[in-house]
C-alpha cells in the first residue's frame, strides 16, 4: 500500500518539475495553454469512452451476463477523469493511457490479475476464483509417508490412509444413557 501511495505521490512531483522546465523553455502562455488543450480534449475522449462502456454495461445486463470487464472499465475511466481534471502534463498523458481503449486494455488486465483476484480471493477464501485448498485439513502439518497422498481417496489425515486416527468403537459408546439420566 505504501508503494502505491509513494507513486501517487511522485506524479504531482514529476508534473511540477516538468511544468517548471517546460516554462522555462517555451514560456508559460504555450504550457498553460497545453494543460488546458490536453484536460479538455481528454475530458471528451473520457465522455464518450463512457457512454460507450455504459451502453455494454446495458447490453450485458440485458443478456444476463455479468458485465465485469465493463465495470472495471467504468471504474479506469473515473480514475481517468481524476488525472484529466488535475493540471498537469504528466496527469494528463496518464489520464489519456486510461482514456484509450488500445491502452486501456493491458491496464484492466494488470489491475484483473493483481488488485481484484487477490482481493476477491482473500475475502472468499478462494472459493469464487477456484483456489479452494484441498490438501487436506488446514493446518494439518503432518508428514506424508510412503503410499500417502497418491492416487484417489483421503489424504492423510483423520481417517487416512495410515489410519492412525481411526478408531472402532463398540455399539455401548453409542449409548447417550437411560431416560433417568437425560432427566437430570
Same mark, same amino acid.
Given at each position: 500500500?505504501?508503494?502505491?501511495?509513494?507513486?501517487? &505521490?511522485?506524479i504531482?512531483?514529476? %508534473?511540477?518539475l =516538468?511544468?517548471?522546465?517546460?516554462?522555462?523553455?517555451?514560456?508559460w !502562455?504555450?504550457?498553460?495553454?497545453a494543460v488546458v488543450l490536453?484536460a479538455?480534449?481528454?475530458? =471528451?475522449? $473520457?465522455? $464518450?469512452?463512457g457512454?460507450?462502456?455504459?451502453?455494454?454495461?446495458?447490453?450485458? =445486463?440485458?443478456?444476463? !451476463?455479468?458485465?465485469t #470487464?465493463e &465495470?472495471?472499465?467504468?471504474?479506469l475511466?473515473?480514475?481517468?477523469? @481524476?488525472?484529466?481534471?488535475t493540471?498537469?502534463?504528466?496527469?494528463?498523458?496518464?489520464?489519456l493511457?486510461?482514456?484509450v /481503449?488500445?491502452?486501456r486494455?493491458?491496464?484492466?488486465?494488470?489491475?484483473?490479475?493483481w488488485?481484484?483476484?487477490p482481493?476477491v #480471493? $482473500?475475502?472468499?477464501? @478462494?472459493?469464487?476464483?477456484?483456489?479452494?485448498?484441498?490438501?487436506g485439513f488446514?493446518?494439518?502439518?503432518?508428514q506424508?509417508g510412503?503410499?500417502?497422498?497418491?492416487?484417489?481417496g /483421503? @489424504? /492423510?489425515?483423520p481417517?487416512?490412509?495410515?489410519?492412525?486416527d481411526?478408531?472402532d468403537? %463398540?455399539?455401548? $459408546?453409542?449409548d447417550?444413557g437411560? #431416560?433417568? #439420566?437425560?432427566?437430570?
Amino acid at each position: 500500500m505504501l508503494r502505491i501511495i509513494g507513486v501517487l &505521490l511522485l506524479i504531482p512531483i514529476l %508534473d511540477i518539475l =516538468l511544468l517548471v522546465v517546460l516554462m522555462g523553455v517555451i514560456g508559460w !502562455e504555450v504550457v498553460v495553454l497545453a494543460v488546458v488543450l490536453s484536460a479538455l480534449v481528454g475530458l =471528451l475522449l $473520457a465522455r $464518450a469512452e463512457g457512454r460507450h462502456t455504459l451502453r455494454k454495461i446495458q447490453q450485458k =445486463l440485458a443478456q444476463g !451476463e455479468p458485465p465485469t #470487464d465493463e &465495470l472495471l472499465d467504468a471504474a479506469l475511466l473515473l480514475v481517468a477523469g @481524476g488525472f484529466l481534471l488535475t493540471p498537469g502534463l504528466v496527469t494528463d498523458a496518464v489520464g489519456l493511457l486510461l482514456v484509450v /481503449p488500445l491502452t486501456r486494455y493491458p491496464v484492466r488486465l494488470a489491475v484483473k490479475r493483481w488488485v481484484v483476484v487477490p482481493y476477491v #480471493d $482473500a475475502k472468499t477464501g @478462494g472459493f469464487a476464483t477456484g483456489n479452494v485448498y484441498v490438501g487436506g485439513f488446514p493446518g494439518e502439518g503432518g508428514q506424508q509417508g510412503p503410499g500417502q497422498g497418491q492416487g484417489p481417496g /483421503p @489424504g /492423510p489425515g483423520p481417517g487416512g490412509p495410515g489410519g492412525e486416527d481411526v478408531h472402532d468403537l %463398540d455399539e455401548d $459408546a453409542y449409548d447417550i444413557g437411560s #431416560d433417568d #439420566d437425560r432427566q437430570r
